[in-house]
């Protein structure tokens, strides 16, 4: 009786009968057979190997992704299906290139299959291997025989290949020989050390005290003197290296930040360490004595003062937020309400331009109190921008998630909804040093057309769109369309 991975070589080879790779003209089976003998120098598992010879099956032959799953199970069809793009028919190869890596490359990301990430590596190493010999003979020739003609691209994309399997795969043999050939083809890619054995620290948060969530990871209280932030898995490396590095630009310019002393790795995502001794994050004290919400306000908004008070230049590196807030108006219509679209566009673009600091996740999960000053651990998105940038983020989980569902906030808040509502009115009214209501109506209002739109942005990453996502989504982009009508300007 034969065994899967026989009858994986057998079923390719039928399929692939008379296709030929487009560089060389060798049988095309020869392709997957190299991918599975490069998993072979990684695991023993069969479903990944067969995986491994299946991989084209479903883009490049007339097989299907039900057949695979009929033949050789759910796991191997799953494996499969991580690295089948979509086809756009219609629509020319070079054209959607980009988007079907983009969208791809998700997967990989969010993936906790190690056989995922292992057929991955191996397909990009066997392709590498053909663009570097390729590219010996042709140099610069090669890249108009692709579907992506600019080299830049094609560096983009083998490159967060790598960093998406570098902490589970780093130490193989196939990791090393992918870094090399990227750098030899694009040179100063990666530090020359990843080529090398590398094993990072890895330390366990079993039974560790979760302090506070984030959009990019959760914080915990590792022991006394240290806490954890731990990346969610979608970061790379490099990822986790721009928060640090942003972290410092902000502490030189006076933000009262800890800098991580060392990046570890929690299972198979990355963790940044900081020394936090004796403090806990701001929400976390709300939770514990919610009487004290206007004292805590008054904390956040002394903070929020002292970052939007710093200024930078252009050069320093921080992005600026209008473009950040230009994305979510196109996230958020998605090529609907065109004139609404629009409309919105336009009340950003009028923003004017400014070198000051905003945090650009702005919330009392970031925010530790050590010795009763406040500390900034979350910099990834710290950038120059407008204050209403930061004042929706804040209206954002404070208010704007509870609406339909206050249970949203408390269980990231970790604090009732009025509770948190509370805090959000008494941080605006100091932050803005006015009990006037109708002050405060007014930047309500302005903040709460940019949290509509990252509203609806967050039912639209989702995919596809349920019948109540879709419900939701118009509710709220109604809203948006009737704060548009009222508001000439997002400036407070």
Partial sequence: MMNMLEEAIIYATVLYQGKVRKFGGTPYILHPME??????????????????????????????????????????????????????????????????????L???????????????????????????GIYSENGEKL???????????????YKSVAESVELALNKTG?????????????PGTFDSEKAKYRKYREVSIDGCRLLGRGAKGDVYRYDDELVIKVFNQNN???????????????????????????????GQSYGAMYELVDSETISSYIAKDPGRVDDYAKIMAGLAHQIHDAT??????????????????????AGEREELAEKCRE?????????????????????FLQNGEPLLID??????????????????????????????????????????????????????KTDDESRIRDVMEKASIICYMRLVRKFRKKGALSEEDRRMADHYMDKIADLAERIDTLTI
């Fill in 379 to 432: 910099m990834d998105r710290i950038s120059r921008g407008p204050a209403i940038s930061e004042i929706s983020d804040l209206m954002y989980f404070y208010v704007t998630l509870g609406e339909d569902d206050p249970a949203v906030v408390e269980k990231f808040m970790g604090f009732s909804y009025d509770t948190a509502k509370k805090f959000f009115r008494a941080f605006l009214a100091d932050y803005l």
């Fill in 174 to 186: 196939a990791f090393k020989e992918l870094i090399k050939h990227i750098n030899s083809i694009w």
């Fill in 312 to 333: 930078v230049e252009e050069e320093d590196g921080f992005p600026d937020m209008r473009d950040t807030l230009l994305a979510r108006v196109d996230d958020c219509f």
């Fill in 35 to 104: 991918v599975a003998q490069i998993l072979a120098t990684m695991t023993d598992d069969q479903e990944v190997i067969s995986a491994g010879i299946l991989h084209d099956i479903v883009e490049d032959t007339d097989g299907t992704l039900e057949e695979i799953e009929k033949r050789f199970g759910k796991r191997v069809a799953f494996i499969v299906s991580s690295e089948s793009e979509n086809d756009y028919p219609g629509e020319k190869p070079e054209n959607t290139w980009k988007r079907r890596k983009e969208e791809s």
């Fill in 106 to 132: 998700k997967v990989l990301k969010n993936t906790e299959d190690i056989g995922v990430k292992m057929l991955w590596l191996a397909d990009k190493l066997a392709n590498i291997r053909s663009l570097a």
């Fill in 347 to 367: 009340l950003v673009r009028a923003i004017p331009e400014t070198n000051h600091l905003v945090h650009g996740d702005f919330h009392t999960n970031n925010v």
């Fill in 143 to 157: 890249w108009s025989m692709l579907h992506e003609s600019n080299p830049d691209e094609q560096c983009w994309y």
């Fill in 236 to 266: 790379t490396y490099s990822d986790v290296e721009r928060e640090i590095a942003l972290c410092r630009k902000a502490f030189i310019l006076g933000i009262p930040t800890e800098i991580s002393f060392g990046i570890v790795a929690v």
